[in-house]
């Protein structure tokens, strides 16, 4: 031992970084994941940027009565009624979440409070493909069943597109967001607590209601707000099952065919010709992708701000 100790060469602090070829390779690494990060962050500024020069000549130009108060959206008429569109995407994303809350919120609490884990193991990744299912067919199941079938027994008329339709359609593809985050959320509860309220005689329901629901209340938060954003930004559903083309009246009536904000972006620069109309017809698809864009963002600082404040650590 004392051999071992006398010829043992010092430890050195260029010895614990490693060899030269060693650290060349690591500052390659980083530099390499360092760029791919600036490279994303300058895209999306780049973005961000084209959204709001050519967003700011709409807003420089245009006379701002015609874009309130109009009898509906109609871009290449010179009327570009907000109304219109922030209440069709106020109704589609409303319906949305009351389809996708309560299903979505039920088979995450299901899935990890009840479920056995061999059922677990196999329903989650169902609900998961669910979640890639293209939006461009869902989109064709609202026109061809949800409006015929569904929007056409509870009051509207079946067989045509309508906010509706398009809702409870964008509210199906929403299902496995909220389901999947909420359920994951659930899942990182710690047991001790359960097994703490159970040690207490409460049952199952109570534990999970009592317990685990407000334990995990940062997480279920979290979910919605993506689920929101989510519907608020779904384009390829309510294009094809809104009802509507490149115009719409407003209506109030969630009966109705209108278009919300993404729809009247598709719509009118669906084909380079397309967008020709009157003068600032292009330029309002950026303010209209503005508008789009502050809302999510506000929503998700408020979110994250919640979050922040009601989240528990364990």
């Keep these: 031992m004392s051999d071992i100790t006398q010829t043992a060469s010092p430890v050195t602090l260029s010895a614990l970084m490693g060899s030269a070829p060693r650290l060349r390779r690591e500052r390659l690494i980083r530099f390499s994941l360092l760029g791919a990060a600036l490279f994303s962050i300058v895209i999306s500024t780049l973005i961000i940027y084209a959204l709001f020069a050519e967003a700011w000549v709409f807003m420089r ?73 293209p939006s461009v067919v869902l989109g064709f199941f609202a026109l061809s069943w949800i409006a015929p079938t569904v929007v056409g027994r509870i009051g509207g008329e079946g067989g045509r597109g309508s906010i509706m339709a398009a809702g409870i359609a964008v509210g199906i593809l929403t299902i496995p967001l909220v389901a999947s985050i909420s359920e994951d959320a659930m899942k990182a509860v710690p047991d001790a607590l359960r097994e703490a309220s159970a040690g ?73 010709d397309a967008v020709v109309g009157e003068d600032l017809t292009f330029q309002s698809l950026f303010f209209v992708g503005l508008v789009l864009f502050i809302m999510t963002l506000v929503l998700n600082i408020i979110g994250n701000k919640f979050v922040a404040r009601v989240r528990e650590q364990y």
């Design 200 to 272: 207490i005689g409460a049952r199952k329901v109570t534990t999970t209601l009592r317990v685990v629901l407000p334990a995990s209340v940062s997480g279920l938060v979290a979910a919605f707000i993506v689920a929101i954003s989510r519907a608020l930004g779904e384009t390829m559903v309510v294009f094809m099952a809104g009802g509507a083309a490149d115009a719409a009246i407003y209506t109030a009536s969630p009966y109705d065919g209108s278009l919300t904000m993404t729809a009247a972006m598709a719509s009118l620069a669906s084909g380079t």
């Design 61 to 133: 130009d245009i006379d701002w009565s015609t874009t309130w108060g109009q009898v509906g959206w109609f871009p290449r008429r010179g009327l570009y009624d907000m109304p219109t569109l922030l209440i069709a995407s106020a109704w589609v994303t409303g319906i949305a979440m009351l389809v996708a809350g309560p299903i979505g919120l039920g088979s995450a609490i299901y899935l990890s409070e009840y479920a056995r884990p061999r059922a677990r193991r196999i329903l989650k990744p169902c609900l998961e493909v669910l979640a890639g299912i």
